[in-house]
């Protein structure tokens, strides 16, 4: 009996895929024939089985659906026997098993075998419409990181917004410094491993005069762990004027106001729930998927715990900046390592911590929101009308937008996929934020940015309710550690010195231009 050989991929990520032999349709029994009733094969049961032998899809026969993939047809198990199975068979065709989710992609009329018409990819383009916004107009941008972004938003399921900040850079597959909103489904790897990373501004009680000239050694030894890569806690003395208002009612940020900037993320945790959610090769979650539910738990306790050691990291930084105050105790390096806290104790210090907090952000995230997103509640108040040469561009600075966003009344729930991008709202209060940080490095200063929102950019549509992290990267890390490492080869110690970095006007440029197309 001649076989069809076709082709089994999941739905859900369609480069998963494998071969499968499948006997051709019986012939009708003749009334000559002396067989006895034909053994009636089910396609979709095999079709099935195959996925969750060989594609290790773990969900029960009963809710798997199957579809050709280029069209979306659904080929279904009707009671009287496979339906439409027949008509479809055939050497090279492409079928997708789904856990009972519809079809990732777009579903074309008419019938179509082989590559449908992707190439022979088999992942077609799922979001034709998805709209991208390029929020780098001068900047320095890699063109790697447009293709990956372009890429990306096109083939992922469900992602319907993309946005490509102006510290945009690339990344293993998936660019850093872009946002993407999608529709149902939920992309582990658009986040990266250091789930909820971000970056916190603390206030301390020091003068900047108890600052300036320190550089330090002093307090090396006491301080958290802040982790590898970009990770830095640093002191920092204000140089602008009065900014809006800080977080949970605290008065923001004043000139000579002496300041902690924490940037550290969930270091192996993060890291291993990635590992753990796309070591079979899965990209994508629907959110109807309790893989996705489990997903996002887990996500959330990365990102509380990101927040928590950006807290203790603080809470160790005032023990030594700030001697003397009994309130950071639990801060201080005990001669006893096996000294274990209360959580009473863990508890009422990082209260006290939060006290201090100017404002908390995670970079690395996925967020449930609603979309497109509407004017917050109290918005003629958020346009300040003072503002100073440090601070970002108003609202009415910022470069057109494409494309073209309006208001609707209708809102539908999304997700936004933050890898290197900071939010315009407060994860804390939901309220929109009115400053956050914008590092530079440590030759260069820390910008401080005021969101604004209006109805010019769709509220935040355009820029995905998000904005620059960073300074971003000329070169990869890759690259930089080989050519900084012999530039600084005879005297890595050098490397340390703030002053020594670099000083180049290309540097400040560099983090200047991301601040100027950053302020939406
Ligand atoms: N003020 C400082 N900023 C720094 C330092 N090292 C890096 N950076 C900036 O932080 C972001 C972090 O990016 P991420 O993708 O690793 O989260 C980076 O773009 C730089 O602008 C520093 O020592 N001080
Ligand atoms: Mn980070």
Not at 22 to 39: A, G, H, K
Not at 134 to 163: E, M, N
Request: neutral net charge; charged residues 20%.
């Amino acid at each position: 009996m001649p076989a069809h050989r076709i082709t089994v991929a999941l739905n859900t990520n369609q480069s998963l895929r494998c071969p499968l032999l499948l006997p051709s349709p019986s012939p009708s029994p003749s009334p000559e024939s002396s067989s006895t009733t034909p053994v009636s094969i089910s396609y979709h049961a095999l079709v099935v089985k195959a996925a969750q032998t060989k594609l290790r899809l773990k969900r029960p026969a009963r809710s798997c659906r199957v579809f050709v993939v280029g069209t979306g047809r659904e080929l279904k198990e009707g009671d009287g026997g496979d339906e439409g199975w027949e008509a479809a068979l055939g050497n090279d065709l492409v079928v997708c098993v789904s856990g009972g989710e519809e079809y990732v992609g777009l579903k074309r009329e008419g019938e179509g075998r082989g590559d449908g018409g992707d190439g022979g990819t088999g992942m077609g383009q799922p979001n034709p419409n998805c709209t991208t916004s390029i929020l780098a107009h001068t900047a320095f941008v890699d063109a790697l990181s447009l293709t990956q972004l372009a890429t990306t938003a096109r083939t992922l399921p469900g992602l319907i917004h993309a946005v490509a900040q102006p510290d945009l850079h690339p990344g293993t597959k998936y660019p850093i410094g872009a946002v993407f909103v999608s529709k149902a489904w939920i992309h582990p790897p658009l986040i990266g491993g250091d789930i909820g990373c971000g970056m916190a501004w603390y206030q301390t009680s020091l003068s900047r005069n108890a600052v300036d000239g320190e550089k330090g050694e002093r307090w090396d030894a006491a301080l958290g762990t802040i982790g590898a890569g970009n990770h830095f806690a640093e002191v920092q003395v204000v140089e602008a004027a009065a900014v809006g208002a800080g977080e949970d009612g605290s008065a923001g940020l004043t000139e000579d106001d002496v300041v902690l900037l924490v940037h550290s993320g969930s270091q192996g945790y993060g890291g291993d729930v990635l590992r753990r959610y796309t070591a079979d090769g899965t990209v994508s979650l629907h959110e109807s998927d309790p893989k996705a539910v489990a997903y996002m738990d887990e996500h959330e306790r990365a990102c509380a715990w990101a927040r928590a050691n950006r807290e203790l990291i603080t809470l160790r930084f005032l023990a030594c900046l700030e001697p003397g105050e009994e309130a950071w105790d639990l801060g201080r390096n005990g001669e006893d390592g096996g000294y274990v806290a209360s959580q009473e104790t863990v508890r009422a210090a990082r209260a006290r911590v939060r006290g201090r907090r100017v404002v908390e952000i995670w970079h690395n995230n996925v967020e449930h929101a609603l979309w497109p997103p509407h004017p917050p509640p109290d918005h003629k108040t958020l346009r300040s009308t003072s503002s100073t040469e440090a601070l970002a561009p108003t609202l009415e600075a910022a470069p057109p937008s494409s494309p073209d966003f309006t208001t609707s009344s209708a809102q539908y729930p999304i997700y936004i996929q933050r890898k290197g991008a900071a939010p315009t709202y407060s994860p804390q209060t939901s309220l929109p934020l009115s400053l956050l940080p914008l590092p530079g490095s440590r030759a260069t200063p820390t910008l401080i940015l005021r969101p604004t929102l209006s109805a010019a950019t769709g509220w935040g549509a355009s820029n995905a309710l998000s904005l620059a992290h960073g300074a971003g990267r000329s070169m990869s890390r890759a690259k930089a550690l080989s050519s900084l490492s012999q530039k600084y080869h005879k005297d890595p110690t050098t490397m340390l010195q703030p002053a020594s970095i670099s000083q180049s006007k290309k540097h400040i440029e560099r983090v200047e231009g991301v601040e100027v197309q950053g302020g939406t």
